[in-house]
């Protein structure tokens, strides 16, 4: 009797034609998932089971699984030959002690010698006649005894549904550049993204040596956290140091924050092209900050020529941002207490609605065109 898991995919029979690539592509997320683990993973009848793995593993197969864009569920099994006897070993060992249950049997097999209802009336049966101290109670139980007939000659014997990520798989919904700070927002908004499958690269700005070496390493800390939703990411890291050097020694300090964010969204951009990324995406959300008002929005979108922002935290509350972030992972990364660029020169009043003509006029003091190519010159890029 050899222990297997099953694992049930999502929103991917939604997609008619397509479901073949589809489905290449989650079984190639999975084998990455659990790169480095005994294991092999075999497709059968619209879901997939993975065998042959180390039960000291199982945990964490389990973990990585429940990582893994478009796994609808997954259940651990005892897998046994297509025999009454056998079945129920099997489902002798995932029988609660006590308690109010019922069989449920799925018969992909035709040909077997019972129909599931016979099956589950009969395994039922001689689960009660061995234990005094469970019931039948089809309509409120307590547990499932799930029996699964295969074509193959085999059945698989299990209790639980563990509920899985969700989402498609990544890589189905093209590539996004996720701006990455080293807060808490950020990466929360990539993984929302990820779930719809896309695939994501990030990029972080830094202003070294006003901000130091460990909140770099936080950011790497965090994009590694997200490489784990979405099969590795590429971080690219560039300096903004001489951009907030020049904003602050030419314009107007109270556009600091205003100004930087243009430049980012046009640094982001021009990198995304580089590399095949069809969106950015950034953590923002309204009014958390005095730069996310909609007119701060709107004076850094401006600047944005081809791709689209996504912005899927737009309408969250920072609690609930807050508790994606601690589901995720990466919370206790996120408040560590490193300095992001944005606080180095930070205004003692920032302004809120920044008017975009006031805006340009602060900008048109600054070489807008050479402080691009020149931070894009500071491009480093770190594969994870
Ligand atoms: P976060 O928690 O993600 O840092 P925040 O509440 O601190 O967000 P802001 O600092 O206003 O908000 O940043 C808004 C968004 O701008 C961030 O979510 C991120 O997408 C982007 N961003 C801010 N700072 C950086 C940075 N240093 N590098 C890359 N992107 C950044
Ligand atoms: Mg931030």
């Given at each position: 009797m050899d222990r297997v898991i099953i694992v049930r995919y999502s929103e991917l029979h939604l997609k008619g034609k397509n479901r073949g690539w589809f489905e290449r592509v989650f079984a190639v997320n999975m084998e990455k998932s659990l790169k480095g683990i005994k294991h092999e993973i075999h497709r059968h009848s619209g879901r997939y089971l993975i065998e042959n793995f180390c039960e000291s593993d199982i945990d964490i197969i389990l973990d990585r699984l429940g990582k893994v864009f478009g796994i609808h569920s997954f259940s651990v099994a005892l897998k046994v030959g297509a025999d009454m006897a056998e079945i129920f070993e099997a489902a002798k060992q995932v029988c609660f002690g006590k308690g109010k249950f019922k069989v449920e049997t799925h018969r992909a097999d035709k040909t077997f010698c019972l129909n599931s209802m016979q099956v589950s009336s009969e395994i039922g049966g001689r689960l009660l006649d061995e234990n005094p101290l469970i019931k039948v109670d089809?309509?409120?139980?307590?547990?499932i005894v799930n029996i699964d007939i295969r074509e193959n000659g085999t059945a698989l014997v299990f209790n639980e549904f563990f509920k899985g990520a969700g989402g498609m798989p990544v890589g189905t919904s093209g590539k996004g550049m996720l701006l990455i700070s080293g807060g808490i927002d950020s990466p929360v908004a990539g993984h929302m993204i990820a779930k719809r499958g896309m695939t994501i690269d990030c990029i972080h700005f830094h202003s070294y040596p006003y901000t130091n070496l460990q909140a770099r390493e936080k950011v790497i800390g965090l994009a590694k956290q997200l490489s784990t939703y979405t099969c590795g990411t590429t971080l690219n890291i560039v300096s903004v140091t001489k951009i907030q050097e020049q904003i602050h020694s030419k314009c107007n300090g109270d556009y600091m924050i205003t100004i930087l964010r243009r430049f980012m969204m046009r640094i982001a951009e021009r990198i995304a092209l580089d590399c095949g990324a069809q969106c950015l995406i950034t953590g923002e959300s309204i009014a958390q900050v005095a730069s996310q008002t909609v007119e701060g929005i709107t004076s850094s979108n401006s600047?944005?020529?081809v791709l689209p922002v996504l912005r899927p935290l737009c309408g969250f509350d920072k609690d609930e941002i807050i508790e994606r972030s601690r589901a995720i992972g990466t919370y206790q990364t996120s408040i560590e207490p490193y300095e992001d660029c944005c606080t180095v020169f930070l205004p003692k009043h920032p302004v809120t609605r920044p008017k975009l003509c006031d805006v340009l006029v602060e900008e048109e003091k600054l070489d807008v065109q050479g402080l691009v190519d020149e931070a894009v010159s500071t491009l480093e890029i770190i594969s994870l």
């Open positions: 089809v309509h409120n139980p307590e547990f600047v944005v020529k």
